[in-house]
């Protein structure tokens, strides 16, 4: 058997059990002894390199700056189970109800508020699927619009720090968490102003689909509502600036600042007399399924890259990916058309941990600033949240929404807003300075 075949085989039979559905930290693994094992058969592959497995996975489970996942994790869970994302959403919707779009505008502003108080894109999507479209439909916005909205505006936790995805991205890229997310941090903000623009664009050209509320709907108005609004934002802004200037003052590790962030969180909670302990349960029980889902998918991804490479199939993709035609341009063509067109089949974190290894290296060898290159693989990540069949956000958002509204109603309102999320992503590429402003 020709030795430069048996990397490209192990690529595409681990693409092969992943799409039959087998789950990817098992397949990652699975192909990896597999082709081990064959490789030793057939004298290609040192069984020796083996030994390094315990090694590298000791190292997976005492990387410092993995600990920040469970913590990020943790406080945007614990502000979603103690309802104060709740808070959020029906103060904000009482502030820019009297607008036409209003609810609409509330949902893109509570959406990159919670993305920054939680960097948890479920959380978000639950929460203003549960509390806000029944409020929209009820009076009278476009049913596609609202679905939309919703899960575009909940999956801004994927792009605006402190995300967890930016967390695994760093890590896989060998880049600062705290360049990832001061770079993500501009987009993020930009890719919400185009949300944003697009329902006021909406609201004046198909004013039917985006009605003001009715006076009889406003409850809360004058110096109540500016007081509410005062009791209500004060406390997760104070919680935001704490977690995210901590980080880009220097003066705390994300890590740190994730612990300091959950903390938070559990006092905002507290401070409402809504810390309970099935709160605290419930919010335990999803960090730890989460944080155990992304360490499976580590250690079978290190498995897969050890053996990947004792095969020399990293000198394969770097060597395909080098040579490609255009240089840097076309690096840039196949790693965003890879990227999302996985992205309407798995998740987007198993995503980042079978594509990064291969790209990054390729990137750094071109010369791409890796920051740069994470920040942009990041807005292509959030658009897997709404391309289906597969789009997690539109999952969250089907398995709260009422009845009469049907999934393909949810599908079709999510495509404007992948069209807006590519022109976000459009202007990450053309504009770099989006993203290194900072440095």
């Given at each position: 058997?020709?030795?430069?075949?048996?990397?490209?085989?192990?690529?595409?039979?681990?693409?092969?059990?992943?799409?039959?559905?087998?789950?990817?930290?098992?397949?990652?693994?699975?192909?990896?002894?597999?082709?081990?094992?064959?490789?030793?058969?057939?004298?290609?592959?040192?069984?020796?390199?083996?030994?390094?497995?315990?090694?590298?996975?000791?190292?997976?489970?005492?990387?410092?700056?993995?600990?920040?996942?469970?913590?990020?994790?943790?406080?945007?869970?614990?502000?979603?189970?103690?309802?104060?994302?709740?808070?959020?959403?029906?103060?904000?919707?009482?502030?820019?109800?009297?607008?036409?779009?209003?609810?609409?505008?509330?949902?893109?502003?509570?959406?990159?508020?919670?993305?920054?108080?939680?960097?948890?894109?479920?959380?978000?999507?639950?929460?203003?699927?549960?509390?806000?479209?029944?409020?929209?439909?009820?009076?009278?916005?476009?049913?596609?619009?609202?679905?939309?909205?919703?899960?575009?505006?909940?999956?801004?936790?994927?792009?605006?720090?402190?995300?967890?995805?930016?967390?695994?991205?760093?890590?896989?890229?060998?880049?600062?968490?705290?360049?990832?997310?001061?770079?993500?941090?501009?987009?993020?903000?930009?890719?919400?102003?185009?949300?944003?623009?697009?329902?006021?664009?909406?609201?004046?050209?198909?004013?039917?689909?985006?009605?003001?509320?009715?006076?009889?709907?406003?409850?809360?108005?004058?110096?109540?509502?500016?007081?509410?609004?005062?009791?209500?934002?004060?406390?997760?802004?104070?919680?935001?600036?704490l977690v995210l200037g901590s980080i880009?003052?220097?003066?705390?590790?994300?890590?740190?600042?994730?612990a300091l962030g959950a903390l938070g969180?559990?006092?905002?909670?507290?401070?409402?007399?809504?810390?309970?302990?099935?709160?605290?349960?419930?919010?335990?029980?999803?960090?730890?399924?989460?944080?155990?889902?992304?360490?499976?998918?580590?250690?079978?991804?290190?498995?897969?890259?050890?053996?990947?490479?004792?095969?020399?199939?990293?000198?394969?993709?770097?060597?395909?990916?080098?040579?490609?035609?255009?240089?840097?341009?076309?690096?840039?063509?196949?790693?965003?058309?890879?990227?999302?067109?996985?992205?309407?089949?798995?998740?987007?974190?198993?995503?980042?941990?079978?594509?990064?290894?291969?790209?990054?290296?390729?990137?750094?060898?071109?010369?791409?600033?890796?920051?740069?290159?994470?920040?942009?693989?990041?807005?292509?990540?959030?658009?897997?949240?709404?391309?289906?069949?597969?789009?997690?956000?539109?999952?969250?958002?089907?398995?709260?929404?009422?009845?009469?509204?049907?999934?393909?109603?949810?599908?079709?309102?999510?495509?404007?807003?992948?069209?807006?999320?590519?022109?976000?992503?459009?202007?990450?590429?053309?504009?770099?300075?989006?993203?290194?402003?900072?440095?």
């Amino acid at each position: 058997m020709n030795p430069d075949l048996l990397g490209p085989l192990m690529f595409v039979g681990a693409l092969l059990l992943i799409f039959s559905g087998f789950p990817v930290a098992f397949a990652l693994g699975g192909t990896a002894l597999v082709f081990a094992f064959l490789g030793v058969e057939l004298g290609l592959f040192d069984w020796h390199l083996l030994l390094a497995m315990p090694d590298r996975t000791f190292g997976v489970m005492s990387n410092y700056v993995l600990l920040a996942i469970p913590f990020f994790i943790f406080m945007g869970t614990i502000l979603e189970k103690s309802r104060l994302a709740e808070d959020l959403l029906t103060t904000i919707g009482a502030v820019f109800g009297p607008l036409r779009g209003g609810l609409a505008l509330a949902v893109v502003f509570v959406g990159a508020l919670l993305a920054a108080a939680t960097g948890v894109v479920g959380a978000s999507v639950v929460a203003m699927g549960m509390i806000s479209l029944p409020v929209m439909l009820q009076y009278g916005y476009g049913k596609e619009l609202s679905t939309g909205v919703i899960t575009a505006a909940g999956t801004l936790g994927q792009i605006i720090p402190p995300s967890v995805v930016l967390v695994v991205l760093a890590d896989q890229l060998g880049v600062s968490v705290g360049s990832l997310f001061m770079g993500a941090f501009v987009p993020g903000v930009m890719l919400a102003g185009l949300f944003a623009l697009y329902t006021v664009g909406i609201a004046v050209f198909r004013p039917k689909l985006a009605p003001a509320l009715p006076l009889s709907a406003r409850s809360v108005s004058g110096r109540a509502l500016a007081l509410r609004v005062m009791k209500v934002m004060m406390p997760p802004l104070v919680l935001i600036l704490l977690v995210l200037g901590s980080i880009f003052a220097g003066v705390a590790t994300p890590t740190e600042a994730g612990a300091l962030g959950a903390l938070g969180a559990m006092g905002l909670a507290a401070a409402n007399r809504r810390l309970t302990l099935a709160a605290v349960r419930d919010t335990m029980d999803e960090t730890l399924k989460l944080t155990a889902m992304v360490m499976f998918l580590l250690i079978g991804s290190t498995a897969f890259a050890l053996v990947f490479r004792g095969l020399n199939g990293d000198l394969w993709i770097h060597d395909l990916l080098t040579n490609l035609p255009g240089g840097v341009v076309g690096l840039l063509i196949v790693a965003n058309l890879a990227i999302f067109l996985l992205g309407f089949f798995i998740d987007f974190f198993e995503i980042a941990f079978i594509v990064i290894p291969l790209l990054a290296p390729a990137a750094a060898a071109l010369g791409i600033d890796l920051v740069w290159f994470g920040v942009m693989i990041g807005m292509n990540l959030q658009m897997s949240f709404l391309t289906p069949p597969f789009g997690f956000a539109l999952f969250y958002l089907r398995g709260v929404a009422p009845p009469e509204i049907p999934t393909s109603t949810i599908y079709r309102g999510a495509v404007p807003f992948i069209v807006i999320q590519a022109i976000g992503l459009l202007l990450v590429i053309l504009f770099p300075q989006l993203v290194n402003w900072s440095y």
